[in-house]
């Protein structure tokens, strides 16, 4: 669905994306994952369009990125970015709705959409409430009820499609965490291709097919969840000594062993 | 936070009514202005100039030629402020935003300040070839020049950049500044008295010949800024996530960008700059509607025109036979408006 190839993003003289190509698939969910810094907000925003990339191409759907007009990009593509404040007082149900901005559908079409989704985040009592009213986590999950809205006529049409979310768990509790994994992961069952970029290397291994672990800029490793995320990768990405344990019937954890440096 | 709460929560159809609340507020409030001032017209004169009565002749040209002119130029301008403050608030994402604040008001002030004082000297030809017009042109092209100025500097910047707009406004209203004052020293008696009235902002003296081109261009603009009310709704969750949406951001902001220009150039080019109503009107209507600009960009419109024909209505008739700048009455309850408010946000920071 979308592939990037030898991507290379300059800002102000300093490389933050060196030669990168990537790649995610209808039905997969893909991770990147990696330290600070290491530019993975930085990927996802250029397989957005969002920065200028200095070499490389891009394309989605086999259409270069360029050559999309924005309205139907927005059809088959839906973005979770990391700041979602807003200045003035929305209330949720507007915000969720401005997601049918691209789509032509009938009201009624589109409310079923809306109320499905809100069920499914269970948002449903957020709704007629200001969004600058609400916490931090709940004005995340309002922002994912609208991506995964704006989604919705792609994937009942079955049109291939995207969703691409950049740490959509980061202000979550565990419940809510695993709520918007387990929505993503749907998502992508049901035909998107879905990139999310986390911090969680737990919650990375669990609900995706494969990770791409970025360092300065650079794929040091990619592939399934357990080849990437060994004890070897890790030390030499995070230096921190820890491997992914599988117990069985529960989801894959972090084992991290005594660090060092801890007294 | 900057944002303001929301007093109440309207359903569709009672914003609408709020709608037709405003026009009956509106047509009140002009016929009510069109009878008070230094002649007062009663029903029975009303009824007999609607008869074309002849004994109510000096009152009908009162009416037609002198109020009618200035009070729809009030309500235009008013409009026209207040829809193009809305928008600005929307494109800055900040509520504080006022045309007045990126340097196109005093802008065209320049560019009318000029002809005033050089229109018998350096600018005798442009003054010729423009007659009745010179003053609104030479605001107008000042208006348009400024604009051109911080488009120009904030392209330069790479990216379209909404505080490299907002700095180079407060650089342009400096320079301004500095021009306006250089001009008033070496402006003779006369020149000063139409410069100093001009600058805090009137409508008097205007027939409809000069005002028809004006009220063409702000009422396009008008109409136009309200065409891109659902994107500039989406563009208030910031401008990523506008475009992931399907806006297209950079056309969004030239085309308001431009329209505002247009507006606010074409209302200071007549009155001089009336500042704060593209500040308090759409805020007050934020307060009861809600930030939706389906019903924003009408209510402010509205608001807007019922403000400047009230504030129209005080300077003509507080201090007779002579009138009070009406830049003066709308900044005299704005300033103190502005403070208020940036002190609840301050407060609101504050935990």
């Not at chain 1, 004890?231 to 820890?242: G, V």
Request: aromatic share 6%.
């Amino acid at each position: 669905m979308i592939n990037a190839r030898r991507l290379a993003v300059n800002v102000g003289g300093k490389v933050i994306l060196n030669e990168v190509s990537f790649a995610v698939d209808a039905g997969e969910v893909v991770a990147v994952v990696g330290p600070n810094g290491a530019g993975k907000s930085t990927l996802l925003k250029a397989l957005c369009g969002d920065v200028t990339v200095q070499s490389g191409h891009i394309t989605i759907a086999e259409k270069p990125l360029h050559k999309w007009d924005l309205k139907s990009l927005a059809k088959v593509r839906a973005v979770l970015c990391q700041s979602y404040d807003v200045e003035f007082p929305f209330l949720v149900d507007e915000i969720i709705n401005m997601a049918s901005f691209a789509h032509q559908l009938p009201l009624e079409k589109w409310q079923e959409i809306v109320n499905d989704v809100c069920v499914k985040l269970d948002i449903n009592e957020l709704r007629s409430k200001s969004f600058t009213q609400l916490s931090g986590g709940e004005k995340q999950r309002v922002q994912f009820a609208r991506v995964l809205c704006q989604l919705q006529p792609a994937l009942h049409q079955k049109v291939p499609c995207a969703l691409l979310i950049d740490e959509p768990t980061a202000n979550l509790d565990l419940f809510h965490q695993f709520q918007i994994m387990q929505l993503a992961k749907q998502s992508a069952k049901q035909g998107a291709a879905v990139v999310m970029v986390v911090h969680d290397l737990a919650l990375a291994a669990s609900f995706s097919n494969r990770i791409y672990l970025l360092e300065r800029g650079e794929v040091k490793a990619s592939g399934l969840p357990d080849s990437v995320l060994n004890m070897a990768q890790l030390k030499q990405t995070y230096n921190i000594p820890a491997e992914l344990s599988q117990v069985k019937g529960c989801l894959p954890s972090l084992k991290v062993h005594q660090h060092p440096l801890s007294v | 936070m900057l944002a303001v709460s929301r007093f109440f929560v309207f359903s569709t159809s009672q914003k609408c009514l709020v709608l037709v609340v405003l026009s009956l507020t509106l047509a009140t409030s002009m016929l009510v202005s069109l009878s008070v001032g230094g002649v007062s017209i009663s029903v029975a004169n009303w009824l007999a100039i609607a008869a074309g009565d002849a004994s109510v002749q000096g009152l009908s040209s009162v009416l037609t030629q002198i109020r009618l002119p200035r009070l729809v130029l009030a309500v235009m301008v008013g409009a026209s402020l207040a829809a193009t403050g809305a928008a600005m608030q929307a494109i800055f994402r900040n509520p504080l935003a006022d045309p007045g604040l990126i340097g196109i008001s005093s802008g065209a002030a320049l560019g009318a300040i000029i002809t005033i004082v050089l229109g018998s000297s350096v600018l005798g030809s442009f003054v010729a070839l423009f007659g009745l017009y010179a003053i609104p042109v030479g605001a107008f092209l000042g208006g348009v020049v400024v604009c051109g100025c911080i488009y120009r500097l904030t392209l330069r910047a790479g990216q379209f950049n909404v505080i490299s707009l907002l700095l180079a406004g407060i650089a342009i209203n400096a320079i301004v500044g500095a021009f306006i004052g250089i001009l008033t020293i070496t402006s003779n008696d006369q020149e000063l008295r139409d410069l100093t009235f001009w600058s805090m902002g009137s409508l008097a003296g205007n027939t409809f010949d000069m005002i028809l081109p004006a009220l063409i261009v702000m009422t396009f603009s008008c109409a136009s800024l309200y065409k891109q009310r659902i994107a500039l709704n989406l563009y208030v969750l910031g401008e990523q996530s506008a475009k992931h949406l399907g806006v297209d951001v950079n056309a969004l902001k030239k085309r308001v960008f431009l329209l505002t220009a247009c507006a606010v150039g074409a209302a200071v080019a007549l009155c001089g700059i009336i500042g704060f109503v593209g500040f308090i009107v759409p805020h007050i209507v934020r307060m009861f509607l809600g930030p939706d600009h389906k019903y924003l960009l009408p209510a402010s419109m509205l608001g807007g025109a019922i403000l400047m024909s009230i504030a129209d209505l005080v300077s003509r008739t507080i201090v007779l036979p002579s009138e009070l700048p009406i830049g003066l009455i709308t900044s005299a309850l704005g300033g103190p408006f502005f403070l208020w408010m940036l002190l609840k946000m301050q407060s609101k920071q504050s935990f």
